[in-house]
């Protein structure tokens, strides 16, 4: 299935709502952090989860994150210099769900850290995105067919 082209700001725009999700994520569940704390942060990697599921079924602009940039940022700004295929940050969306879950998993499976590395791994990439326009899903994805003709 073909879908209209995206702003290339719009996934921008989410990555820099997302790394502010998932450094409140790391500062509540850092080493010593009280219980309401970690589940706190528990519960806040499970919404940018939630978020992540949301964007790699339904793509950039059916997301919550799309739709706010559309109607309440990009009237504001002029005509975005190219438009791109919704395939890669849709992926780059699946990664970071693969990502946010493991964390979410091992977390309930008790292993220590896992909350913290997961969303710190998942805020590098989005914090690459939002700051630099850099998405590394975007990358892997445009890589991947290339190994495949090999």
Known sequence: MKYKPIDPRGPRFGGTITSVALLVVIWLALPGAASPAIDAAWWTLVAVTALFAWGAIFGP???????????????????????????????AQAVGLFVSL??????????????????????????LNAAFGLCLGCEIYAALPKRRRA
């Open 61 to 91: 602009a059916r997301h919550p994150y799309g739709w706010l940039f559309r109607f309440a940022v990009r009237p504001f700004l002029g005509a975005p210099e190219f438009l791109e295929e919704q395939a890669p940050p849709r992926f």
């Open 102 to 127: 493991i964390g979410v998993v091992l977390h309930l499976l008790a292993v220590p850290y896992a909350l913290v590395v997961a969303a710190a791994a998942a805020f590098i990439a989005a914090f």
